[in-house]
Structures are given as C-alpha cells and as structure tokens.
C-alpha cells in the first residue's frame, strides 16, 4: 500500500471529519508514523479488530469501525431474510472510544436494515455472549481490547450460537469486509431516526436479571457458602472495566458478607489511571488489592480484566499472598467440579472437559481420574465454544468445564465465551468450602498437586512492534521449521507438531515440541497484539523441583529464540 498516498487521500477527502484531519496534519513532518497509521488496513481478523486508537487506516476509529461493520453487514443480508430479521447484540466496556464504536456499528447496521440491540452502558464480555442466544440474535459485536494498555480498542464479533466466530464464517465475513474497499460504500443513518424506526433498541435491566439467574444455576455446595458467608474474606477489584456491577452483585444475591472492593479501581475509567496495564495476569495490577487484602485480612484477592472474561487470583501463604496462574485457576476448579458432582452424584457418564492446547498436562490426569472425557482445541476460547456447540448438537458428550492458561474459564453453558463473572463466583465457593475444613486456596492447590504430580507451566511473551517486529516473528517461526529442533539443555525433542501441517484441527500457525522427559513447549504469534508466545510445561516431583526444571528449561529454549532474532 502506498501509505503517502493513503495518508494524503484522508486529509483531502471531505467524508472525513475535521478532528481527524487536524490530527493527521500533526503528524506530517514525522514519515515513521504516517507509515505505521497508512501502510496497510487495520486487519479484520478470525475474531475482528484490535488495534490502538487513531486516524488512519491502520488505527481503531469510527471509520475503521464503520467499514467492518458494513462488510458484517453484507455477510447477515446474504445469509437471508431471517437472518436479518434476528438483528444484532452489542456491547461495549470501559475504554476510551467504547460507546461511540458501538453506536457507529449500531447505526452501520441499521442502515442496511438490520436490527441492533445496544446496552444502555458498559457490560461483560460473557454477557454479551449470553444475550445473543438470549435474545436470538444472528450475531453480536462487543467493542473491548480486553486486558491490552489504555491506548487499543478492539471489536470481537460473535455468531448466533454465543461464540467468537470460527471457520468457515470468519473468513467468509473476513472475505465481505475485504469488498468493501471505498469509505463512501459504508452506510449509515442518524440515531434519533433509527431509533423511532425500532432500528436501534437499547437492552439493560432484564438482560442482567437473566444473565445473574444462570450464573446461580452453577452454584454446587450453597450450604458452604451460608456457614462460611461472613468469615470468608474477600478483597476485589474491577480494574477499572465492566466487572464492578455484576461481580459484586452475584456475590451478594448468593450470600457473600465479606465483600471489599478497591475504591480506587471501582469505576471505569479509560485512561487505567492506577495501573500501566489493566491485566489480572501482571501481579503489577494487584498493588492496591493486596494493600486492603492485608487490611481486611482476606482468604482470597481477585481481578478482573476491563471486559470481566479473565479472572486472576491471588491466594494467601503464610502472612502474604501469592499468584496463581490461570492453570493453577483452572485445576483448582476442575478438581472441585468434578469431585463435588462425584460426591453429589451428578457426575454424567459421559462428561465433558475441554482445554486449549497450551494449557496444562495435568488436566488430562484429572479428567481421567473421575472418568471424564478430556478434549484439547487450539488456542482462543471460541473453540471450546465450538466444541460446547458441538456436543449441543449431537447430544454425545455433557460439558462440565473448560479452561485455558490465559486466566480464562466458563463454568456451565449459559456463555460460549470465558466468564469471569462466574468463575468468581466460583472460586469464592471453593474457598468458602475449603476454610469451612480449615484449608486455604494454598493448601487446597499443594493438595491437588500432591494427589496428581507436580505440573508446572509459564509464558514467555516477545513484543515486537512495528513492520519490523512483524518480519521477525515471521523469521522465528520459519527458522523453527527449517531448522528443526533436536534438544533442549541435552534433553531430546521426541516430537515437533505444526499445527499448519501435522494436525486434525484447524489449521493454525503453530508449532509444538514435546521432549523425552515429559516436558513441552508452543510456540506461536499473538492474533491481535505484536508479539510471539513461548508457552513451556514440566512434570516433576515436587514443588521446588518443578519450579528449577521449569525455569531451567523455558530459559533454555528462550536462550535459541534471542540467537535467532539476533541472528
């Protein structure tokens, strides 16, 4: 793409508004960042947009927004009438931009004659996901960058079944948005038209009743949570996103007393003014929860990201409190699932689990344990949701759990998407029942270990901006396969996957090796953020082993990535 000439199409054409213009102009004189903003088309990709607010066509901003949706739009009218007539759910969360990006895509799609139904204001993610099944909707959009910095928004878009879209729809719609090459082919209407036409419909209040009401549908063991309700302490924080209202409030209708909430990352706020990164998987994020945790004494501190998918857990160890991984969350939860339905009797005989690929050996030797089906998707939580969608339809398997190593998780099927509303919920009556048998989350974890071996796994993440980071992921991985690995620290790489090539799922581009010890690692590039991932995991046989081993070996392999990237 020419990006000069991009850049100069913007300033002249009159369908952009003045604002963008004057920004634009700011930056004339610095050829770098014209380049970046210009030289190619903010990519629609497998689950939308993310990129970090602009003017130009490498930026999120109304108009970037507005062409997608049109291409959205286009892919809804081909599929029919009665795909129009089912409409569109949005959401959107706290960031900057968020509620405009959702109106412009509301009014996109109302000009295409195509129904939306727009939260009155911020909510999660997952209920975004609840409501399009709710509601019967053909498809949903929610305007978030999910834990990314204060500078991207993104725009995730979800299908009929409450799940991110997969294969083939997301490139059949990826191929629409392509079409729409001229900013002029976009329609739009006003909102005040749309909305006395009953184009445009604002949801609120009886949508979170009904989400709140499946969320207690989960509960397993509400006597513990009423013996320990006021002796459980609980210290959380929203992080500043969607997470404040319904957390709190699901904790309270259950039962909950000892709830305190970070007042300083209680409301949204764009800008994540009290943290560089409104991530629960950066202890950074937890400075001011872990202050009122030691105030308060709590049992348990947690986190939510701004669109409340992702939950992170701190949990208490002697006089501090420690992080656990989003695998340690999920083998936590899977065990006490599994065994609290064995105890009550409700675990089916063709029961269910699912997990990423990334994720954790160890859930496969729980799963088998209570006889329960495990079932491995590639990364992304809308193949789990695939997966759930699946065994819907052909009535062969019961969804229990599912889990990834990125801190997300759904408890039920009442999403398609990771909860971290309910996984809240969740963990809170873990603890409950664990302190009621003078246990802490520690302890309940190390007793997991014990029972089942010591797995542990990390990640390592390599940021890498800018066309040059682009060319040297690319360089990463097809140095990987050309020059295939043979040992990692002496120890020998019995199995190398691409997941291009040797694998029954969908095609992805990533590689994975497992050694003859046991141990394991993946390798792939980040969908929406500039960056590529090492993903490492190791069995050993006890905690301080596992965690020399593991460090030992993700340096090991980290050690040949910086060669090739220097190289």
């Not at 209920?127 to 909707?137: H, I, K, Y």
């Not at 082919?185 to 445009?200: F, G, Q």
């Not at 691409?498 to 390798?523: A, H, I, M, R």
Request: aromatic fraction near 10%.
């Amino acid at each position: 793409m020419d990006y000069l000439k991009e850049y100069n199409m913007w300033l002249d054409n009159n369908y952009f508004d003045e604002e963008t213009k004057k920004e634009l102009r700011e930056i004339k004189d610095k050829d770098m960042e014209i380049q970046e903003r210009f030289y190619k088309e903010l990519e629609f990709g497998t689950g939308g947009l993310r990129g970090i607010i602009g003017a130009g066509n490498n930026r999120m901003n109304i108009y970037t927004v507005r062409k997608a949706t049109q291409g959205l739009a286009n892919y809804i009218k081909i599929s029919g009438q009665e795909a129009i007539d089912k409409g569109v759910v949005i959401a959107y969360d706290s960031r900057y931009m968020s509620p405009e990006f959702a109106d412009e895509a509301a009014l996109v799609l109302n000009a295409n004659g195509i129904k939306a139904y727009v939260f009155e204001s911020l909510r999660p993610t997952p209920e975004l996901s609840f409501a399009v099944r709710e509601l019967g909707a053909i498809a949903g959009i929610v305007v978030t960058a999910s834990h990314n910095p204060a500078e991207y928004n993104g725009y995730k878009v979800y299908w009929e079944d409450g799940a991110q879209i997969t294969s083939p729809k997301d490139v059949e719609i990826i191929n629409e948005v392509k079409k729409v090459t001229d900013y002029k082919d976009v329609k739009s209407m006003d909102k005040e038209t749309a909305s006395k036409e009953r184009l445009y419909n604002v949801i609120g209040k009886e949508i979170d009743d009904r989400y709140i009401e499946e969320l207690k549908k989960q509960i397993i063991n509400p006597d513990a949570i009423k013996k320990a309700s006021e002796d459980f302490s609980i210290v959380y924080t929203p992080l500043h996103g969607t997470g404040n209202i319904p957390v709190r409030r699901i904790l309270d209708e259950i039962g909950f007393k000892n709830v305190n909430v970070v007042k300083e990352q209680e409301l949204p706020d764009s800008k994540f003014s009290t943290v560089s990164y409104p991530n629960p998987e950066d202890i950074k994020a937890f400075k001011l929860a872990i202050k009122l945790g030691k105030e308060k004494n709590a049992d348990v501190i947690l986190a939510t990201d701004p669109d409340a998918d992702r939950l992170g857990v701190l949990v208490k160890k002697d006089d501090d409190y420690v992080a656990l991984t989003g695998n340690m969350i999920g083998i936590l939860l899977l065990d006490y699932i599994l065994s609290q339905k064995k105890a009550n009797n409700e675990l089916p005989e063709n029961g269910a689990v699912i997990e990423t690929i990334v994720s954790t050996d160890m859930a496969s030797v729980i799963a088998d344990s209570y006889n329960v089906k495990l079932f491995k998707v590639l990364t992304g939580f809308k193949y789990i949701g695939e997966k759930i969608k699946e065994f819907k339809e052909e009535g062969s398997y019961e969804y229990l759990f599912g889990f990834e190593e990125s801190y997300g998780c759904l408890i039920g099927t009442h999403a398609r998407d990771k909860d971290a509303v309910v996984a809240t919920m969740m963990v809170c009556e873990l603890g409950a029942y664990y302190k009621l048998k003078g246990l802490t989350l520690y302890d309940a974890l190390i007793n997991v270990y014990e029972k089942y071996g010591y797995y542990k796994e990390s990640l390592e993440s390599v940021t890498l901006k800018g066309i040059e980071g682009v060319n040297k992921i690319k360089h990463i991985l097809s140095t990987l396969r050309n020059e295939p690995l043979k040992d990692i620290n002496g120890v020998k790489v019995t199995e190398a996957v691409d997941y291009l090539e040797d694998t029954d799922l969908p095609k992805s581009n990533v590689l994975y090796y497992t050694l003859e010890d046991g141990s394991w690692f993946c390798v792939r590039p980040s969908g929406t953020e500039p960056k590529i991932k090492f993903y490492f995991g190791i069995k050993d046989s006890s905690n301080d082993e596992a965690d020399k081993h593991l460090k030992e070996f993700s340096k090991g392999v980290m050690k040949i990535i910086n060669d090739i990237i220097q190289y």
